[in-house]
């Protein structure tokens, strides 16, 4: 098993719509949960970064962890042609030298 | 400005040829990772740095080697050993006191030809 499932996609929406991205994990120890969003052939671009379990909001996007569950979302909220790219989900523990990452979500948003 | 700067953006290497890929950071990061991203696999860690003159073999290392000789650079060696070097090639860093998040540089893509 993967340390990191997350749905490869593709997944297509038209623009404003709601848009929910999701990883689930094995290690319990994971304590930061972080989303990073990868334009083609361009760098991961960090989106949002979480400390243990609940909810956190920047702008249109809100991260949710949920850790009895193993267990993390992305929502897009009014969802744009920009938005379209690979979202990455990612994780560590604490004093851990690796980040686990998922595979990555690929996601277009049609005008 | 700070940030990660990968050079170059794209580079083509002949069989049985040397390359390196060059990575400089300006954020005062002690942390230094290398990622290799394939179609469908997500990113796989070749190598990491902790602090100057250390590093780590991550979990595909073979056919890669870095140095760690300055805090603010860490470039990777592409050997001819490694058989499917053709792939994007991502550094990232963080902070190492704490927590933190890692950041990315804007990667270079890998042709052999």
């Known amino acids: 098993q993967k340390e990191v499932e997350q749905d490869p996609g593709p997944l297509s929406v038209p623009e404003g719509a709601i848009v929910s991205l999701n990883c689930t994990y094995s290690?319990?120890?994971?304590?930061?949960f972080m989303w990073y969003r990868q334009y083609s052939r361009k760098g991961p671009e960090l989106l949002m970064y979480?400390?243990?379990?609940g909810n956190k909001e920047d702008g249109r996007f809100t991260a949710q962890v949920d850790k009895s569950s193993k267990y993390i979302s992305l929502f897009i909220r009014d969802s744009q042609p920009s938005d379209s790219a690979t979202y990455l989900c990612?994780?560590?523990?604490?004093?851990?030298?690796?980040?686990?990452f998922g595979t990555g979500t690929r996601l277009t948003v049609i005008p | 400005d700070g940030g990660i700067t990968q050079s170059p953006k794209y580079l083509f290497r002949k069989e049985g040829q040397n390359v390196t890929l060059s990575c400089e950071q300006n954020l005062n990061h002690d942390a230094m990772y290398w990622y290799r991203q394939d179609p469908g696999q997500g990113l796989r860690l070749i190598y990491y740095?902790?602090?100057?003159?250390?590093?780590q073999k991550g979990d595909i290392a073979e056919g890669y080697s870095v140095s760690r000789e300055k805090k603010e650079s860490f470039p990777l060696t592409v050997t001819s050993a490694q058989k499917n070097p053709t792939a994007f090639y991502l550094c990232?860093?963080?902070?190492?006191?704490?927590?933190?998040?890692?950041?990315f540089g804007q990667g270079t893509r890998l042709t052999v030809v």
């Open positions: 990612a994780m560590h523990q604490t004093g851990a030298n690796n980040l686990f």
């Open positions: 990232a860093s963080r902070r190492r006191d704490r927590e933190t998040e890692a950041f």
């Open positions: 740095s902790q602090i100057v003159n250390d590093f």
């Open positions: 290690n319990s120890a994971f304590q930061y």
């Open positions: 979480t400390y243990s379990s």
